[in-house]
């Protein structure tokens, strides 16, 4: 059995940028077993599976190598931009169908590009009670470059990850992530991955930079530029880093400059009280063919 998975590339408009994602149109057909054979051949981050559905405009369900995502920022991106361009989608705003719920979703024409908005679930957090002397050598770091500025938190818009507030971005390039530590460290929220950040970056327009290593159950080692993982920071930078009386109301979040994939991410975070919001654009790379078995 032979698939047609379509490679766009989000949060970027060039091709071998950004968050590479797998798409498979009209998977109502295929089985559990089917979407993570295909998810595990193409080895992409994520392979985002659209499907029909009675209670949204869309469905989307999100499979890495390993296992299946509830939710994925960069891949839900890359879909909603790829049907809009390819004419299935005809409104500017619909709701879409994942496994945290119904989330909404906007498409924008700029002067130069489709953006897709999309709408994640609630902030949630929980202090990291661990060791972080284990949690920063895991990634190739000493506890010496941890910003104690910042508290050390799980952080999730429908995905659960770890925060690290790091001193500086040098520390970026001298990370190494030994992810089959993570799950031991990171006992509270054991499926975790870690999102270090720091407030240096390389471009003058962004406020956060940041690396997202995948949990080893993902079968992954780096995610390039993580949508919900930037949603989370948003969240975090509203309740942390934002002066009293502050009525900045989005950021721009950096990431995959040390692995040569430059992508930007802006978050907006209108109020205290709603969800975060991330945008971006994608970019079609090609289509690949994966043999399955039926």
Known sequence: MVVKVLHYDAFTDKP?????????????VLSDEQMQAIASSTGFNETAFILSSNKADIRIRFF???????????ATVASVFMVKE??????????????????PISITNSESHVIIGMQQAPYQEEIFTGSLSDLAHSIGLSENDIDPKFPVVFGSTGI???????KNIAAFKRMNPQNALFPKILFQKTHSSIH??????FHPKADMHGRHFSS?????????????????????????????GDVKKNIIVEQGQEIGKDGIINVEFPS??????????????EELEIKIAK
């Not at 659960?160 to 790091?166: A, E, I, K, Q, Y």
């Not at 270090?196 to 970056?201: A, D, I, K, S, Y």
């Not at 993902?218 to 930078?237: L, N, R």
Request: net charge negative; glycine share 12%; proline share 7%.
């Open 86 to 103: 390819l004419g299935l989608l005809k409104a500017d705003k619909i709701l879409l169908e994942t496994n945290v719920g119904l989330l």
């Open 272 to 285: 205290r009280k709603n969800a975060v919001k991330i945008f971006g654009t994608a970019v079609y790379v």
């Open 16 to 28: 071998g940028m950004g968050n590479p994602a797998g798409i498979v149109l009209s998977a109502d």
């Open 196 to 201: 270090p950040f720091c407030l240096e970056t």
């Open 216 to 244: 080893p159950f993902s079968s992954t080692i780096e995610d390039p530029v993580t949508g919900t993982a930037s949603g989370v920071m948003g969240a975090y930078y509203q309740k942390y880093i934002l002066y009293p």
């Open 160 to 166: 659960w990850t770890l925060l690290l507030p790091v």
């Open 64 to 74: 890495t190598p390993g296992h299946e995502m509830d939710l994925c920022g960069h």
